[in-house]
């Protein structure tokens, strides 16, 4: 049986791997900037978290709509919280975003199972 969760992580893994041992000073930097964003700030967690959702859903980012979603629920956003980020991101977002809305809720019941 499939597992997305388990396949995103690992392909994730993998091509971070290989951009990262590429040494290119911009692309670690990025990937640096990325990471520190999301600590800890005037912000909680959370929040950055949802606010990541958002604009990953608004920008049609199905990959990095993924990572939010599992950031998210590993930081204990509840379902509820997750759909009404997604609510507002379709709002903002127009209908577009509606097939990148059923795929979030299906990795969010896959990340549910796992």
């Known amino acids: 049986m ?3 969760v388990k396949e995103f992580n690992d392909y994730r ?3 971070n791997e290989k951009l990262l041992a590429d040494d290119n000073k911009v692309i670690k930097r990025i990937f640096n ?3 520190n964003a999301y600590m800890e700030g005037h912000l909680d967690v959370k ?3 949802l606010l990541g959702l958002v604009a990953s859903a608004v920008l049609r ?3 990095c709509i993924k990572y939010h979603l599992e950031t998210s629920y590993k930081n204990g956003i509840t379902k509820a919280e997750m759909m009404e980020a997604m609510s507002i ?3 903002v977002g127009g209908t577009i ?7 979030a809720y299906e990795f969010w019941e896959a990340l549910e199972n796992n």
């Open 61 to 63: 980012c199905d990959d």
């Open 33 to 35: 900037l990325d990471t």
């Open 89 to 91: 991101a379709t709002l």
């Open 47 to 49: 929040t950055k978290e």
């Open 97 to 103: 975003v509606i097939p990148h809305l059923r795929r």
């Open 2 to 4: 499939n597992n997305p």
């Open 13 to 15: 893994a993998k091509m």
